[in-house]
């Protein structure tokens, strides 16, 4: 599974990039996804080698609140939608890995109603976590208290199948791997169950785990993923530059260290579920904190937008994800001219992590550190080669690159 270790992802939520409407009582069926091929060349002109997408399943809403993830959700098109991207996406050479649904479902699965009706011994009920002597009758469990969202029961064959089918079946159509949503909410047992199974007829998968705290190593051992979402590192990249307080991100550098010798994380500054770098940190702090991303070991992934210093806050409220979610234009010449030189310092760095391969396994040490002045040495896993990162709060140029000789390799001219 040697290309996975080359991998960076141009992470993008379709139901947003492609202006389909999520909350339309009745919307309208379009063919939205081809939206996509218009940016393929634009994602690799990026320096991206594949697509992390966001859930493209029949669902509710959001696309989290899945009712059919053998069907594509009709506001962005059709199985003949799915395939052509599938299709551009390989004459490119690009991968496309998909957002699988396997905490919960919408509360209107059409399986849902069947199994509270016919009662804990039907067939659909064994798909569904249900509290049977609930006072009122029989009520789903819901996932973190959202009653949109019902548990699945991981306990059962039934749902293992479930998964097992829903994976395989677009691994067959053509696609890499899969994001696991939530996969922290599930019994890491039950994925390594279901893997086994999936990977029997796609050994070379990659599967990737949503984990927002815990253990990441322990989960990554239990359930047989393959990586899971670092965002302890995120969190200690932009806080540690905007609180000017580099200590942290020394300190959580150590423990990245560590989960390299076990696997390699999913490493990012932005996606789907928070606010956007720019927003946090302005411009040049976003662009500070994509040369550490890019610096430090890692499968990293760029949440679209982010590349043109896209602008916008995560709100715990109805409709809070939209500012963080937008749709994109019909072309890249249709997007603002002031985009365009954070995207070519992201074409920089991604080219700069491109020419050193080795960095996907890099750990790093610690040559200086205060709060606002802090240079490590990010060295490959053979010790053969490295780089220094030099970051300065306080000066013009908040992070410089330097190569062994201590040449600048970023910025250039410097």
């Known amino acids: 599974m040697g290309w996975i270790e080359h991998s960076i992802w141009w992470h993008v939520y379709p139901l947003g990039f492609c202006g389909a409407p999520i909350r ?4 309208v069926p379009a063919h939205r996804l081809r939206h996509l091929l218009n940016w393929l060349d634009y994602a690799i002109e990026l320096g991206a080698s594949g697509l992390l997408l966001g859930p493209i399943f029949a669902a509710q809403s959001h696309g989290y609140d899945s009712v059919d993830q053998f069907r594509i959700d009709a506001r962005l098109g059709d199985d003949s939608d799915f395939d052509s991207l599938v299709a551009a996406c390989r004459e490119r050479g690009l991968r496309v890995v998909l ?3 396997f905490s919960h479902v919408g509360v209107q699965h059409p399986e849902l109603q069947p199994a509270l009706i ?4 039907s067939a659909p009920a064994e798909l569904f976590d249900i509290d049977w002597d609930a006072p009122g009758g029989p009520a789903p469990r819901v996932f973190e208290g959202h009653g949109d969202l019902v548990r699945l029961n991981h306990a059962t064959e039934r749902t293992a199948d479930y998964a097992v089918q829903v994976m395989t079946h677009w691994l067959d159509r053509g696609v890499d791997g899969w994001r696991l949503d939530a996969a922290y909410s599930v019994a890491p047992d039950f994925w390594a169950r279901v893997l086994q199974r ?9 599967f990737l785990g949503e984990v927002i705290h815990g253990d990441y190593s322990d989960f990554v051992a239990a359930s047989a993923l393959d990586s899971v979402t670092q965002y302890e590192l995120w969190k200690a990249i932009w806080s540690s530059l905007r609180d000017r307080n580099l200590f942290e991100l020394d300190w959580t550098l150590h423990r990245h260290n560590d989960l390299l010798q076990r696997f390699i994380p999913n490493t990012f500054i932005g996606n789907h579920d928070v606010t956007r770098i720019a927003s946090t940190l302005g411009p040049s702090g976003a662009v500070a904190a994509l040369a550490i991303l890019m610096t430090v070991g890692g499968i990293p992934s760029i949440y679209y937008g982010d590349e043109q210093g896209f602008t916008g806050i995560k709100e715990e409220r109805a409709g ?3 500012e963080v979610r937008p749709a994109f234009p019909g072309t890249p010449a249709e997007l603002a001219a002031e985009g365009w030189l954070i995207y070519r310092a992201h074409q920089e760095l991604i080219g700069l992590r491109r020419r050193h391969p080795w960095l996907t396994t890099a750990t790093t ?3 200086r550190l205060e709060n606002t002045h802090y240079a490590y040495r990010t060295r490959s896993a053979n010790g053969a080669d490295y780089l220094d990162v030099i970051i300065d709060l306080d000066g013009g140029q908040p992070v410089t690159i330097l ?3 201590g040449g600048a390799l970023w910025p250039t001219g410097s």
Request: without cysteine; charged residues 30%.
């Open 24 to 27: 339309d009582a009745a919307p």
């Open 99 to 101: 957002d699988g649904v």
């Open 118 to 121: 016919e009662g804990r011994t």
């Open 198 to 206: 999936v990977r029997a007829a796609h050994p070379g998968a990659w």
């Open 320 to 322: 809070g994800d939209d």
């Open 365 to 367: 040490e610690t040559l």
């Open 403 to 405: 190569d062994p000789a």
